[in-house]
């Protein structure tokens, strides 16, 4: 249950609307995910009670809450096979992939100016890189196959003796695709050249194995697995460096200067313990909830000349995601309807904010009309059989208005 403000003089974000709009169904967890009450209760005591700096190592407070941090540095460790100085919390997967990226580049200057990395990247990968080939890096960005893939072929071509990063995502947040971690990981390592993984889809919904694939630097993101928003972690590799990027007090090892919040930190640490929990049941249910979906959506009475076309591979995917352009129906209409009935994605969140058509539907072949027309349906924890029935039966009535011009 939200809670209601109810009259208070101090600042109080409007909850009204945000109200109104739980009552129609989520289907936009690549967005983002609710958090967990588990996790929010977990993270309770630690915003007054055990509230000291962590980094405060002086007093018995302090070192409360440096205990704490300690612990959960420790679960989130375990949780990814790795040791816990190997993890770097930050402010979310973002702040994880520059200081990766920017970090890795400004670290072997002398040793080669070449990155590579791909087409249907977040624009947290992409982003940083084209900056860094703004200061005068040679840029690569390889385009996938029509479903979504990397070639591997094309990667190992694209590497050069100067290559000195390859930044290539686990799972897609626009359509879901699995990228092949550990034969990059392999390619990469048999070279000398770093791997940078944004894992920021795949942690908590498939398996990952960073230490085991040979992953030199990995990121996620607590928001997208029922943590909260505003925590992250980087993995590093045990005896790779990096230039920090936030420069400071020194915390996490001298990586990433800034007070930790232990109950970000805290909750990062439970939402991962629970989403490795039920990882396997979840993907599996949602699976079939999904092909559900698809199967209804194929049930359609279709208008003339509309034709639904699924993106991405279906095999290499998450199991939650379902990407889907409605071909033949105006893409602002559609989603104009679509909005009032269930909350889903026309592609990426960000290219939503921006206007843009997705980078991403475009490197799969897609036309810029065909991508304002798709659909990104992301499946969650609290997605139930009625909620998929109630996103057909929107689309259904969507389609129906937003073909007539
Ligand atoms: C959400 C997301 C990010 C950004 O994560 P934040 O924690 O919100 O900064 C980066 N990469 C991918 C693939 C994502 O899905």
Redo the contacts with the bound molecule.
Sequence with gaps: MLPYCDGCSVFCPPLADSVSRQTIPYLDH???TPCDPAVVEAMAPYWSEVFANPSQRGHRPGLAAAAVVDQARQTVADALGVAPSQVIFT???????NLAIKGLCEQRLGQGRHLITVAT?????LEPCRYLERLGFALTVLPVRRDGRLELAALAAALRPDTVLVSV?A???EIGVLQDVEAIAALCRERGIAYHC????ACGHVPLDPMGWGVDLL?L????FYGP????ALVVCPGLALAPQLHGGGQEGGYRSGSLSPPLVVGLAKALTLALQDQRSRGRRLQALREELWHGLNGLKLPPGVELLRNGCPTHSLPHTLNVTVGGVDGGRLHGRLRRRVALSSGSSCSSASGKPSHVLRALGRSSTETAASLRFGLGRGTTATDVDQAVAAVQEALALASHR
């Design positions: 690549n967005a983002t402010s979310g997967a973002t702040e994880a992939n990247e977040h624009g947290a990968v995502m799972a897609n947040n944004d894992a920021a889809q990121s993101s607590g928001h997208k928003k505003g925590v992250g």
